[in-house]
């Protein structure tokens, strides 16, 4: 019989190489072609997905967000640790900072920005969908430091594209002037994802005295304004069934696209929005009583949202003529004495819907025009006087009230959150991409009424979520000579088909975490993980 015998060891390292070289050639493949990951590099999707940047808890409320850390690293060798830096507490007032934190303390916890994974095939099969969140090459740039980009997708191929008091306006790029354009409604998922926070009782001053001796300013109080009302305990309480009413400040806290991300940006210009939601949660005596409505006036109109007598409704009232009105009602079912229920008043997208404990009970859509839109939000201003003055581009200011009656009520963290604002802007001629040709004047791409966007059949426009310090497809301007050579598009401010390289699936590895203090940041932040929406 043969004897058993060691296998030889060179063998042995032949095939090692080759498992290696296999396993190395099948993974290089998988990432050029099916999933690839990218490091978000910057803050123009925040706080969708997040560059390199803070996290700051506030000493005064426990309220925390994120902040751009890009200044910190914009001082290089002038960088001074020991200046104070001030920041602002969301939840007491945006208007003037409220805490003072060394530089150089803010320096030593920068997080590196979010790890996205893509999937590189998936526009290879299915056409991409409005409000997708895609990377792809920089066209005005694509062999730079700056060539991977990651925006949400706003403007399909054949499309003319507007984006007014915020929102997209789209219609065929084949119809004349503003023929055919119909507002975009975000689908629940993104929606759900994209509001932003301007309020939320849950965080009040835990050491109020520290505050006003760092301001040397009394605190002007919460948003909403309560008379009667007991608000102990982050609870908001009326003890009978008289109507009483919640009123929101806008002198406070007006209802803007201020972004905490930016704090460190310096000052910039805010808009009013109107698309809003206003949640709580809600403990009636008697819900078969209780009767609830929240009012928003803005547009020239009054929306409203109501819970009572067994039903949910929401209408809408022209402020000026009450014969002009709309109404959507639907059967509702509260539950029982004592026992809480989640409410939610939508307001977005040329949209209103009410959704109790998650689902959604009644829904109303008013489809107006870009014009009509214009006439509504910007009080009766003109196309013309629209592009011709600046200060025209912004909105009126929403008023928000919330009454009840019927029974007493225990209201728990009510919130006032925002959607989503794309705002105007004019062209700025120091911008860095404008060094691809002439300078490009006039209102930012999209944003001017009398000149809308126009796509070819190839042709995506992109934008961020972070509109106020987003350099998206809105001022661009041209594309590199190398996209319009290879490519035949010279189109300024578009993304051509080619350079799409795919769809942001989910968070990997979230913006990770030091192990101490000050220390190197490598843990992922696990509990950050989470699909893109």
Do not use: C
């Not at 008091?165 to 119809?175: I, L, T």
């Amino acid at each position: 019989m043969p004897s058993d015998t060691l296998p030889d060891q060179d063998t042995n390292i032949v095939e090692t190489l080759q498992s290696l070289i296999v396993a190395f050639v099948l993974a290089m493949a998988f990432r050029g072609f099916v999933l690839e990951g990218f490091v978000i590099p910057t803050g123009s999707m925040a706080p969708t997905l997040m560059g390199a940047h803070v996290r700051f808890e506030s000493p005064i409320t426990g309220y925390e967000y994120p902040f751009d850390a890009g200044p910190l690293g914009e001082a290089g060798a002038q960088f001074d640790p020991r200046r104070r830096l001030d920041l602002p507490d969301p939840m007491m007032t945006v208007n003037y900072p409220s805490i003072g934190i060394p530089a150089g303390a803010l320096r030593a916890n920068v997080r590196m920005g979010d790890r996205v994974l893509v999937l590189k095939t998936l526009y290879s099969l299915f056409d991409p969908r409005r409000f997708d969140v895609v990377v792809f090459k920089n066209p005005t740039d694509p062999v730079g430091d700056t060539q991977n980009y990651i925006k949400r997708l706003i403007g399909l191929p054949n499309e003319k594209i507007l984006l007014l008091d915020g929102d997209v306006f789209v219609g065929p790029a084949s119809a004349p002037g503003l023929d055919g354009f119909q507002v975009q409604r975000k689908p629940e998922h993104v929606q759900r994802a994209v509001w932003q926070a301007v309020y939320d009782t849950d965080f009040v001053p835990i050491e109020l005295n520290r505050y006003e001796q760092a301001t040397g300013r009394a605190w002007p109080g919460a948003p909403w304004r309560a008379p009667g009302w007991s608000t102990k305990d982050r609870v908001y309480r009326w003890s009978t069934a008289d109507p009483t009413e919640l009123m929101w400040d806008n002198v406070v806290r007006p209802i803007n696209d201020w972004t905490a991300y930016n704090v460190l940006r310096g000052s910039m210009t805010q808009f009013p929005v109107s698309d809003i939601r206003v949640a709580a949660a809600i403990v009636a005596d008697d819900p078969q009583q209780l009767a609830t409505t929240l009012t928003l006036e803005t547009r020239r109109h009054r929306f409203t949202f109501t819970l009572a007598d067994g039903r949910a409704t929401v209408a809408m009232h022209h402020a000026e003529d009450p014969s002009i009105s709309r109404e959507e009602s639907a059967p509702l079912a509260l539950p029982g004495p004592g026992r809480s229920f989640e409410v939610e008043f939508w307001h977005a997208d040329q949209s209103l819907s009410i959704w109790i404990d998650g689902q959604r009970i009644v829904k109303l859509d008013y489809d107006w025009s870009p014009e009509e839109r214009l006439l509504s939000a910007f009080n009766g201003r003109t196309m013309e006087q629209y592009v011709r003055d600046p200060h025209s581009q912004f909105p009126t200011q929403p008023k928000v009230d919330w009454s009840f009656r019927g029974s007493p009520v225990a209201l728990r963290r009510i919130r006032l959150d925002r959607d989503l604002y794309y705002r105007p802007a004019r062209l700025n001629p120091s911008d860095q991409f404008q060094s691809n040709g002439p300078f490009i004047e006039g209102l930012a791409r999209a944003t001017d009424p009398m000149d809308p966007l126009r796509l070819g059949a190839d042709q995506f426009f992109m934008l961020g979520d972070n509109s106020p310090a987003s350099r998206d497809g809105r001022m661009w301007g041209r594309p590199h000579p190398l996209v319009a050579q290879q490519l035949g598009d010279d189109t300024p401010f578009v993304v051509n088909r080619h350079l799409l390289l795919g769809k942001a699936w989910a968070v990997y590895f979230p913006a990770p975490l030091p192990l101490n203090p000050g220390g190197r940041a490598f843990v992922p932040d696990l509990g950050r993980m989470r699909f893109i929406r």
